[in-house]
């Protein structure tokens, strides 16, 4: 069965910090990605993964976001730190079979995705 869970979300001050987990089971992606979707708003990418280890960011994160991963657990990971209330969204993992157009694609969802987590809140407070 293939399936994707999200976990390490949560609320923190301006400033603070966290990593989020995305634990992939039954099959070995290729492209994995973070997107994140804040009320009111569409969703949009926020950094992606190739299988080489290739990394895209939206600028809005460059500097203070990573995203990575370890093929041998099948997780992936994104580093949030300095946030700010407007990284404010609840953030999905997802992730396919193949590379090609594994990239950001700013206001946007990018590619589309075969598989997707069911998200986990991130909520950031002045």
């Known amino acids: 069965v293939l399936q994707l869970v999200e976990s390490g979300g949560g609320s923190v001050q301006t400033g603070g910090s966290l990593r989020l987990s995305c634990a992939m089971s039954?099959?070995?992606?290729?492209?994995m990605a973070w997107l994140r979707q804040a009320p009111g708003k569409e969703r949009e990418g926020v950094a992606t993964?190739?299988?080489?280890?290739?990394?895209t960011y939206v600028d809005s994160v460059k500097g203070r976001f990573t995203i990575s991963r370890d093929n041998a657990k099948n997780t992936l990971y994104l580093q949030l730190n300095s946030l700010k209330p407007e990284d404010t969204a609840r953030y999905y993992c997802?992730?396919?079979?193949?590379?090609?157009?594994?990239?950001?694609?700013?206001?946007?969802?990018?590619?589309?995705?075969?598989?997707w987590g069911q998200g986990t809140q991130v909520t950031v407070s002045t």
């Open positions: 997802a992730a396919d079979g193949f590379d090609r157009f594994c990239t950001v694609v700013p206001g946007t969802t990018g590619r589309p995705f075969g598989y």
């Open positions: 039954g099959y070995n992606f290729s492209c």
């Open positions: 993964i190739t299988s080489y280890d290739t990394t």
